[in-house]
Structure formats: structure tokens, C-alpha cells
């Protein structure tokens, strides 16, 4: 999911709740019937709200874990914005944007796929599943040994050859005296895995060893020990545990339907359904129009779904419109930064001087003074290129750079050089010579560059605000103050 995503999720708690807002009256709405499960609440644009739909943003937006809690009042003021916003969205037709529909569908269908396949649906996938393994098991059924290995490359010499088969014949005369095979396994065995468990290997069917070691493993009995037995691997003594057929169903159902979670087969079972109802339509139907109608059916029938789906479809339309008229605006209009931080200078004032420059070490001491003309008359915001392509662009790196705004304590050759500080400067290892060049800002920054992060985010609530405030004025809206009574919260 895309981080986009998340954050359309969390816009509707974040924004904030201004007193001009809060004070706004409302319409009162007729009440509806009294038999009616779920009353409209509101209308905003033109559209209802029903009381399910509004206690399912509220519970969610308020539970457990949220610090800036709301009270139901205090809530509403917040989703007829969020709603305006999403009205304003549609009036945009954002909806018709083919991301927006690529990615709502994406998500939109990653919700739905589960409730598309039935539990009968796994437990006959699953039975496919034991079915297959039992073909694939054969007659000979699955056989656990254990093993002791002695290493031997393909490519070893003959005397190394000669001295590991001495070797695995002294391991066979041993246990043909009656040594403990796991103990023994522990002790000499290079397979390092196995060694640990004495030697022992999980249950196998044909076809996952290598044939050598495979061969020798099916005609063991029960108990019954091998001679030696030579693979790519090495020498091998092999002593086989048990032979047995796969147990019933029943005994693996749970771990095969915990399997089939785990690989997606949940939902490529629901695609599958997907790819036979476009089929079976011969051409009346696409997957997108099977996938249209499932939501429709299935929303009709899990109001939790239903609500999932729509909060999904309107933080999209949000996080676009949201994007584009303020977060992104907000952002790249350095005009409107310059204007807004020359308005709210004082705003950002600063209790202690800082330090607009940099501090660097060099290798040579010529480059002290090179530094400070090399950036003399530029830009401060075009020093780290000017110096990169002058000093460091290529494979000798002559200067180190820390470049910015710094306050008493971010850096110690600016504390030393710059606030005069009693302060212990390490040196930089191949690089003797410090220096620091730039200029003292003892009331605050020069311009909005100084404080950009501040100043976008500022610039961005003015905006919010401003967009907030002409959507109130384009749109109607009416609350009906009797059934929001009957709101029920989580805490209730």
C-alpha cells in the first residue's frame, strides 16, 4: 500500500477543529421515522450521512490510543470538512483519474477477495492439496533416518579420498560394536544441521534426496543400518528410523489451511472465481464488472466492509485534492513562502543567535581560504554544489562539509570558533586543518529558507484554512441535532 494511503486514512483525526468553525450553526433536519435502523444525521453537498456512517468514522478516529480525543460536537465540525472536501474532489471529477481508480480498485478487491471465497472453498482447495501430496508420495510412502556424514569434495586427491574412507570405516566398526548412533552423530557427523539432532532427518518422500543416499534410505527396514554410502557429498552411514504412508486428512487439515493462508491461496481462489464468471458471461463481462458487482453485494451484507470500502474511496479523493490545492502547493510556491514568512517575521525569532555557514576540514592548508572564495558570492543555497564540483568531484575527496543553521550546541568547531566556547574539538582523521565561514543571525533568519520546514507547514495550515472556509461558503450543509443524540461511542 502506498504511504499515500496511510495518510489519507489519518487525515480526517488530524485536522484541527477551530473555534470560527465550531461556532457555526446548524439546520435542523426532520427527524426520521422512528422505526428507521439508521437515521440521516446529516446532509452535506447535497449528499446524506447516515448515523452508522458517522459512529464508524467517530469510534475509529477517537479509540483507544488517539491523545487528541473529541467529543461527539466536537467531532462534527471536523467531518463536514472532511466531507466538503470530498465533495469538492468528486466536483473535480479526481475519481475519474485513471491512478486514482488503478489504485482504489487495488484495495478496494484486496478487501473483498476474502469474503469472495467460503470456507467450503478452502476445505475443498485443501483436500486437492492432501489429494496431490499423496500422488506425489507414491506407493512407497515417506521414510525418516538419520545420518552420519564424513565430507569428501568431488575433486579431492586420492590419499584424501583414502584417508576419509579409513575414517568413516572406523565410525562403521564402532557402531557395529554397539555405540550410540545419535551420540556418535553428535560427535563426528559433518552435516552440521542433522549432527545437532543426532543425526536424525525429517520424514521424505522419493525425490528429495539425491538418488545415492535416496536408494539405500527406501531399502532399509525399520531399525536397520546401513554400510557405507557415497554421494557428492561424502561418505555416509544412514540408519533408518521408520517407514510410513501419509496420515489421514483430518490430522493435517488445520496446518494445510494455515498453509493455504500463509501462500495467498485465499485469494488467488477468489481470482479464480473472478476469471469463471467472466468466462461463463462470453464477453458481457470484464473482471472489473465482476469485481463492481461484488462490492455491491457483499458491502450490502457487511456494513464493516461497506465502511471499510468508502473511507478507502474518500481518503483517496482527500489525500488528491488535499495534495494538490495545499500539501503540494504549499510546498513549491516560493512566492507565496516569501510573502507569508515576510507577514510572520517575528514568528520565527530566535531566543539565541545561530550560525548560517558551515564548518570544514581540509587536507592541505591553502584550501582553508580556497573554501571561502569558492562560496564568497554565492547563494547560500548553491555552496554544497560549488564546492562539490570544486574540491571533491573527483576520486580525492580534498574537503569535509557540515553546511547549515547552527545554534550553540549542534556542532563543536562552531561552539569554539563561532559562540567561543570551551569546547573540545575532535579532529577529523586526514583532514588537520578546521575552519568555519558564514555569518552570525543574533534575532532570527535572514529569509524563509532559513526555517522552510516551519514555514511550509505553517503556509499549509493557512491554506487548509482558507480552502476550509470558501468550501463552507461554495457548499450546504444541515445537522440533525436530535439524532446525533444517539450516537453511540465505543465507551458506552
Not at 494538490?324 to 543567535?353: C, I, Q, S, T
Not at 550560525?355 to 581560504?369: L, N, R, S, T, W
Not at 568547531?413 to 574539538?425: E, G, M, N, P, R
Not at 524563509?448 to 493557512?462: F, I, K, M, P, S
Amino acid at each position: 500500500m502506498k504511504t499515500k494511503a496511510l495518510i489519507a486514512a489519518l487525515i480526517l483525526a488530524a485536522i484541527p477543529c477551530t473555534a470560527a468553525f465550531a461556532a457555526v450553526p446548524y439546520t435542523a433536519l426532520p427527524a426520521q421515522s422512528a422505526t428507521s435502523d439508521d437515521p440521516v444525521v446529516m446532509t452535506v453537498a447535497g449528499k446524506d450521512v447516515t448515523l452508522s456512517e458517522f459512529e464508524y468514522s467517530y469510534n475509529k478516529n477517537n479509540s483507544e490510543g488517539v491523545i487528541d480525543k473529541k467529543t461527539v460536537d466536537e467531532y462534527v465540525d471536523l467531518f463536514i470538512n472532511y466531507k466538503l472536501k470530498v465533495a469538492a474532489a468528486l466536483d473535480a471529477k479526481y475519481d475519474t483519474l485513471t491512478s486514482f481508480r488503478q489504485e482504489f480498485a487495488q484495495y478496494r478487491d484486496q478487501q473483498l477477495y476474502p469474503a469472495m471465497v467460503t470456507s467450503d472453498d478452502m476445505l475443498r482447495e485443501a483436500h486437492n492439496i492432501y489429494d496431490n501430496t499423496v500422488r506425489q508420495i507414491g506407493p512407497d510412502g515417506l521414510v525418516q533416518v538419520a545420518h552420519i556424514l564424513l565430507r569428501l569434495d568431488q575433486k579431492a586427491t586420492e590419499a584424501e579420498q583414502q584417508a576419509a574412507k579409513v575414517r568413516i570405516d572406523s565410525v562403521l566398526n564402532v557402531l557395529k560394536q554397539g555405540a550410540d548412533f545419535a551420540e556418535l552423530a553428535k560427535k563426528v557427523s559433518q552435516d552440521p544441521g542433522s549432527a545437532r539432532q543426532g543425526g536424525l532427518l525429517p520424514f521424505v518422500q522419493r525425490g528429495q534426496l539425491v538418488k545415492e543416499f535416496e536408494d539405500v534410505a527406501f531399502s532399509l527396514k525399520d531399525g536397520e543400518l546401513s554400510g557405507i554410502v557415497q554421494t557428492p557429498y561424502g561418505y555416509h552411514i544412514i540408519l533408518c528410523k521408520a517407514h510410513k504412508m501419509l496420515e489421514p486428512f483430518e490430522e493435517h487439515r488445520e496446518s494445510i489451511l494455515k498453509f493455504m493462508e500463509q501462500r495467498g491461496i485465499r485469494e488467488r481462489l477468489a481470482k479464480a472465481k473472478v476469471d469463471t464468471l467472466v468466462s461463463q458471461s462470453n464477453g458481457a463481462l470484464t473482471a472489473a464488472d465482476v469485481m463492481d458487482r461484488q462490492a455491491e453485494e457483499l458491502s450490502a451484507k457487511d456494513s464493516e466492509l461497506k465502511n471499510l470500502i468508502r473511507e478507502y474511496y474518500e481518503g483517496l479523493l482527500l489525500y488528491e485534492i488535499s495534495n494538490r490545492l495545499v500539501w503540494d502547493k504549499a510546498a513549491k510556491d516560493e512566492e507565496g513562502l516569501e510573502r507569508y514568512f515576510k507577514e510572520h517575521k517575528k514568528k520565527y525569532n530566535w531566543p539565541e543567535p545561530h550560525f548560517k555557514g558551515m564548518a570544514y576540514h581540509v587536507k592541505d592548508p591553502a584550501d582553508v581560504e580556497a573554501v571561502k572564495q569558492c562560496v564568497k558570492k554565492l547563494p547560500f543555497d548553491q555552496w554544497a554544489e560549488a564546492l562539490r564540483s570544486t574540491f571533491n568531484a573527483d576520486s580525492v575527496i580534498r574537503i569535509r562539509v557540515e553546511k547549515g543553521i547552527f545554534k550553540s550546541g549542534d556542532n563543536a568547531l562552531v561552539d569554539s570558533a563561532v559562540f567561543k566556547k570551551d569546547t573540545v574539538v575532535t579532529k577529523l582523521k586526514d583532514y588537520p586543518f578546521d575552519a568555519v565561514y558564514g555569518k552570525i543571525l543574533k534575532k532570527g533568519p535572514e529569509d524563509y529558507t532559513d526555517v522552510r520546514g516551519l514555514v511550509v507547514a505553517d503556509y499549509q495550515d493557512e491554506l487548509e484554512r482558507e480552502w476550509v472556509a470558501e468550501l463552507r461558503r461554495r457548499y450546504t450543509f444541515t445537522v440533525n441535532r436530535e439524532t446525533l443524540k444517539n450516537v453511540k461511542t465505543t465507551k458506552e
